[in-house]
Every structure is written in C-alpha cells, then in structure tokens.
C-alpha cells in the first residue's frame, strides 16, 4: 500500500468512496447525493491542508484529509478526517492514514490533534483512535442522525503531539 498526496485526476476514485461513505449515514454529517462537482471542495483541501490517498497499484483503498483545525490562533491544532473504501475496512487501511495524518501533522509543527465529530457508534474509528492515543474530551448528546440508530453522539477527540 502506498500512501501519497492526491491530486486533481483522483478525485472521481476517490468520489465513489466518498459517496457510499457518505450515504451510508453512519459516520459523515455531509449532505447525500452530492454530484462529483459539488463534494470536492468537502474533500479535496487546498493549503495548508493536504488530502492524500492510500493506493495499492491503481486500485484507492481510501482517503484523509488534514490541516488546520482553525485559522488564525487556532491554527497550530490540527484536524484530519478519514474515509476507507467500506469494501476494504478492517484490512489496516484507517490505521495507516491515522499514522500518516499523526506524523503529517507532527512534521508541520502543529502543537494537537482534534477531531471534532466522531460518531460514538462508530466502535472501529473509536477504537483506532484510542488506540493511537486520542481521548475522547467530550460527546455532543445526539448530534449526530444516524441512518440506523437515530440520534447519536459525537466525540470531540484529541492528541498532544
């Protein structure tokens, strides 16, 4: 697997997983039904954020996206999101992009990590993260419509680096 920064020619592969993340209601507050034209500027960052892609030959396991998680005095935390092809989850792909995004935004001197909205039935992402050494430093009681289970929590999650 490689990981590398995605460029404009990726975006309609990384679209379809994009798109049936996104519809699947389970982990992204992003609208459905969005066209390939209106999702990418939810995706695709310009700088000082970077979006990468994790590939094996020309197949895309999944994306990230990260950079700041605020402008100004905020800038120094950073934020990513991530998105693996449902297809290929549980094969290590999400724990990679974490490392890659973790030591991304080390390498670019940010002071934390945080994420602002991770689902709390997400147990996968919970676990990854926990595991990679975020806490959870709050849930936003039902925040989230969840497509099978309602109205769900979402974690505010973060990690000095």
Known sequence: MEIREANDDDWPQIYSIFRETV??????????????????????????????????????????KMGPNRPGRGSHIATASFMVDPAKQGQGIGRALGNFAIEWARFHGYRGMQFNAVVETNGPAVHLWEELGFKVLTTVPGAFDHSQHGYVGLHVMYKSL
Not at 30 to 55: C, D, F, H, K, R
């Open 23 to 64: 519809e699947e209601g389970r982990t992204f507050a992003l609208p459905e039904n969005l066209s390939l034209e209106e999702a990418s500027p939810l995706w695709m960052e310009t700088p000082p954020a970077v979006t990468i892609v994790a590939v094996e030959g020309d197949v895309f396991l999944g994306s990230a």
